[in-house]
């Protein structure tokens, strides 16, 4: 099969590699989505590609791609019915830990006590090809209301937006801040907006913040056009700061403002991921009685529920990906996803 290998340095290749066969507890899935999350973009950008991000392989460059939704063509021994089945419609929550620590048994493979043993699409082979490895517990069924491309946001980009949102405690009588409208931003702006609550949406790019629009942003702010932020923001507030904020967009002055934003008491919560951030920790914090969250994707759970509100509330996840493309098509596809102002992608290798 043709896999996506990202090298770095804005290069790619299309590898050929044997099919997979499952091992113990292992599965094979045919991808029918796979998804390009702002992580590739920087796993694209670095030069030596994600190990100079810190994802060390075995045996040099893997298959790109952690967003892999599609079905289950082959279970190696032990799989029970249970655990996956034959044409079974699924979503894999792309890392793999110990399976038994109280991480792993809760869900959080990511978080593993024993160290993750593999991040699919940086450490270990992703979905960017037709068929993937993975162990069966990593599998996340995939209700039949959803399309495989939805599938594909909420195994990474849509997930991590819901993971916040649920770490925040966002309800619908609240304003949430959400500063950067990328996948992962816009996402939030849609899931906040479906739960009810007020959504003020910041980017730098115009294309990204009419999307923002579209999917339910009550104000939008161009912070280049804007003269002071946090400002704007208590004036849209009666004065008092947003309840809650997300940085999804890793910028160090995004970061601060979208804690200068709140009110007292208030709440951020950090999913960009990289950079750095300067905070004033009296004024900021402490005299506010901020807290500030960091918060790393979501566990198998997580994933689960995020895939049923989907479902439930008939939201048009679909219409995040403007662009759909080949395997063949992959090396178009990062270079138009590096210029970061169309929406999300998606890769269809079978
Ligand atoms: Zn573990
Ligand atoms: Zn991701």
């Given at each position: 099969m043709k896999g996506v290998v990202l090298l770095g340095d804005r290069a790619l290749e299309i590898r050929e590699?044997?099919?997979?066969?499952?091992?113990?507890?292992?599965?094979?899935?045919?991808?029918?989505?796979?998804?390009?999350?702002?992580?590739?973009l920087k796993y694209y950008r670095a030069r030596g590609g994600a190990a100079a991000l810190g994802f060390k392989t075995q045996n040099g460059p893997v298959i790109a791609g952690h967003e892999p939704c599609g079905v289950v063509v082959a279970t190696g021994p032990g799989v029970s019915p249970r655990e996956a089945r034959i044409g079974q419609r699924v979503m894999q929550h792309h890392y793999r830990g110990c399976g038994v620590c109280p991480q792993c048994a809760t869900g959080w493979m990511q978080l593993c006590v024993e160290g993750v043993a593999?991040?699919?699409?940086?450490?270990?082979?992703?979905?960017?090809?037709?068929y993937m490895k993975c162990p069966a517990r990593t599998l996340v069924p995939l209700p039949d209301a959803l399309s495989f491309d939805a599938g594909a946001a909420v195994s990474?980009?849509?997930?991590?937006?819901?993971?916040?949102?649920?770490?925040?405690?966002l309800s619908g009588d609240q304003t949430i801040a959400v500063f950067g409208q990328g996948p992962v931003g816009l996402s939030a702006t849609l899931l906040a907006t479906e739960l009810g609550a007020r959504v003020i949406a910041l980017?730098?790019?115009?294309?990204?913040?009419?999307?923002?629009?579209?999917?339910?942003?009550?104000?939008?702010i161009n912070p280049t056009k804007s003269d002071d932020v946090v400002e704007r923001?208590?004036?849209?507030?009666?004065g008092?700061?947003?309840?809650?904020?997300?940085?999804?967009s890793a910028s160090p002055t995004a970061r601060a403002q979208a804690v200068r934003?709140?009110?007292?008491?208030?709440?951020?919560?950090y999913v960009g991921e990289g950079d750095s951030v300067t905070l004033d920790v009296s004024n900021d914090l402490l005299r506010r009685q901020i807290t500030l969250i960091g918060s790393w994707t979501f566990s198998?759970?997580?994933?689960?529920?995020?895939?049923?509100?989907?479902?439930?509330?008939?939201?048009?996840?679909d219409r995040l990906f403007t662009h759909r493309w080949l395997l063949d098509q992959a090396a178009e596809a990062y270079r138009l996803f590096d210029q970061q102002s169309s929406g999300k992608g998606v890769i269809h290798p079978s």
């Open positions: 590699s044997p099919d997979p066969t499952p091992g113990p507890g292992e599965v094979v899935l045919e991808i029918k989505a796979s998804g390009m999350c702002g992580s590739d593999e991040v699919y699409g940086a450490t270990g082979h992703g979905a960017h090809a037709r990474c980009g849509t997930g991590t937006a819901w993971g916040a949102l649920r770490r925040l405690g980017d730098t790019c115009e294309e990204r913040l009419e999307r923002a629009g579209a999917f339910g942003a009550d104000v939008l923001i208590r004036d849209l507030t009666h008092l700061g947003a309840d809650v904020a997300i940085d999804a934003c709140l009110r007292t008491w208030g709440k951020a919560c198998t759970v997580g994933q689960a529920d995020c895939a049923r509100f989907v479902a439930d509330r008939s939201i048009d996840l």
